[in-house]
């Protein structure tokens, strides 16, 4: 496992898939410690930017989560804009979390650009 500042940092597996012919791009997840994550959003095929979003309960863009994290630490929403340039693919992500030992959801931001290197 990763490690940040000596503590075990968490990671998460999944897929990113454009498939700019349809006009449809998905991305798929999974976040050790039971959360699955399916958000899709539509972009133009020569779009440089475009939007993810998920949400619990809804039908096609949805997140699941186990029975503890449901009732503890719940996921309520995610949302990405990916953006990619010549040399760079960046991300800007917010997710929207509802704890049990907090009265109201909160949100929680990454964004990162990565750069290619050789």
Do not use: C
Request: proline share 3%; glycine share 8%.
């Amino acid at each position: 496992m990763a490690q940040r500042r000596g503590e075990p940092v968490p990671h998460r597996g999944g897929l990113l898939a454009l498939r700019r012919r349809h006009r449809r791009d998905h991305a798929r997840f999974v976040v050790p410690r039971g959360i699955t994550t399916l958000a899709g959003g539509t972009a133009a095929a020569d779009a440089t930017e475009f939007t993810l979003h998920a949400a619990k309960g809804e039908a096609n863009y949805t997140i699941g989560e186990n029975l503890y994290l449901a009732k503890e630490a719940s996921t309520l929403s995610y949302d990405a804009t990916i953006t990619i340039g010549d040399d760079t693919w960046s991300y800007d992500e917010t997710t929207m979390l509802k704890m049990a030992e907090f009265a109201e959801p909160f949100s929680h931001t990454d964004r990162n650009t990565l750069h290619r290197v050789g």
